[in-house]
């Protein structure tokens, strides 16, 4: 066993190691907080000085973190903040949380990731473990960090630093499983990388699940978010066949959810949102159309899903047809922007999609979303509507696509004039309900 292999263990058993956080967003502050609260000093470090000056006030911005939490931890000097990346030079062990978002055309973005790499190859010195959290294709941590690191002062990876992949699992919103419960899976460059980074993840989370390889690890993450991506792809379609055999979509899902054992119950909706499940499964496709393969359920899910809200618009404007107004000029308002229910994380909503289609085809579009109070997309700026049932009275349509839990449904209904239900969100009450279509 290495001297620094060795000294680096010692270090984080006994939580004397310096923990610097690149990146503090959705993942990489949620994380930064757990190891505080372990007993380790972090240090985050992010280019983004609001973000930083928020942090150093004791405020969070991100809603799954209190921001009673922060400030306590920067009190007591377990937790700081700031956007000078030579921070690093005084770490022992690195996590690397950084966007990895898709390029228009549909290419993986490595540029965040490729940024973090170059800082932190300025700084690194023997004795460091440096884990990338940031989801992206197989091979990235070997083929782009590794050699990156390993040109500088003749550092050997596995021998006096320490390099692996470990995907991050966070899931806005969720107070049942979060980044210190949710299992984590750690795989390494090599088997001592792996020994060294799960060692250290397990002084702050509860449980660690070490994987052979990096690659492993990049992989196990693709295959639960594609895993997700496909089923829900499925289920949309399913909804478009049910919509053209006139079968309630709904009542076959919760019909089939029913059996107890070989099926998992997926709901269709207006389109993937998130951080996550429209994207990962992407990365996965081109790095296999690199190899001349063609990931045809990926593919096929993707058009599937990126296609909803088309179809959602298309539903708009069936329904204002029938009661003999054209979508043009027509007043539509869209309950909900955020990806899920009761966050305010816009990531890939398809409820920017939706506006955006509504406002190409002449409607008068407005939104609300408790959680939501602005949003820009493709240069049209929007605020939440103050007065929502005003603005349920006034619209021609109210498009359902994010189910907020505040929302008082049955006051929507009962002073709308078309409804389009895009998640389901009436139940009962929008079953066969006259003013109501959906999904």
């Known amino acids: 066993m290495s001297y620094a292999k060795d000294a680096l263990l010692e270090k984080l058993e006994q939580k004397t190691a310096q923990v610097a956080v690149l990146g503090l967003g959705y993942v990489g502050l949620p994380l930064a907080v757990v190891f505080a609260e372990a007993g380790f000093r972090v240090v985050g470090i992010d280019p983004d000085e609001r973000k930083v000056e928020t942090i150093l006030r004791g405020e969070s911005h991100i809603q799954d973190v209190p921001s009673a939490t922060i400030k306590a931890l920067v009190q007591t000097q377990k937790l700081q903040a700031t956007s000078d990346f030579a921070a690093i030079q005084e770490a022992d062990a690195v996590s690397i949380c950084v966007p990895t978002p898709l390029r228009k055309t549909g290419d993986p973005d490595l540029s965040f990731i490729l940024n973090a790499t170059e800082h932190l190859a300025r700084y690194i010195h023997p004795g460091m473990v440096i884990v990338l959290e940031s989801t992206t294709y197989p091979g990235t941590t070997r083929e782009i960090l590794l050699p990156r690191l390993e040109q500088h002062n003749s550092l050997v990876v596995g021998e006096n630093f320490f390099l692996a992949f470990s995907p991050e699992r966070v899931d806005p919103g969720r107070t049942d499983w979060t980044t210190y419960n949710t299992p984590k899976v750690v795989g390494g460059i090599t088997q001592a990388c792996t020994e060294v980074a799960s060692r250290w993840y397990q002084q702050a989370l509860q449980t660690v ?4 390889s990096a690659e492993v690890a990049e992989m196990a993450k693709l295959l639960e978010n594609t895993f997700r991506m496909i089923n829900i792809g499925m289920v949309n379609e399913m909804a478009i066949m049910c919509d053209r055999l006139g079968i309630d979509v709904w009542e076959v899902i919760d019909a ?11 709901t269709p909706g207006p389109g993937l949102g998130g951080h996550c499940i429209p994207i990962d499964p992407l990365y996965l496709s081109w790095k296999l159309r690199a190899l001349k393969y063609t990931a045809r359920f990926i593919e096929l899910a993707s058009e599937i899903n990126t296609n909803m809200p088309r179809y959602v618009v298309g ?24 990806y899920k229910a009761d966050i305010d994380d816009l990531r890939e909503s398809p409820a920017l999609d939706v506006i955006g289609l509504l406002h190409q085809k002449g409607a008068r579009v407005s939104y609300h979303d408790p959680y939501i109070p602005s949003l820009n997309h493709d240069g049209l700026d929007y605020q939440s509507v103050p007065d929502l049932m005003e603005a349920v009275r006034q619209a021609d349509c109210v498009v359902i696509v994010t189910n907020h839990s505040s929302y008082n449904y049955t006051a929507i209904l009962e002073n709308a004039q078309l409804i389009v239900d895009t998640r389901n969100a009436l139940g009962k009450l929008g079953k066969g309900h006259p003013k109501v279509i959906r999904l």
């Open 256 to 266: 089939a959810a029913t059996k107890p054992f070989g099926f998992m119950k997926f």
């Open 209 to 212: 699940v070490p994987v052979s």
């Open 315 to 338: 539903k708009v404007q069936d329904a204002l047809n029938e009661q003999g107004k054209a979508l043009k000029g027509s007043a539509v308002l869209v309950l909900g922007a955020a």
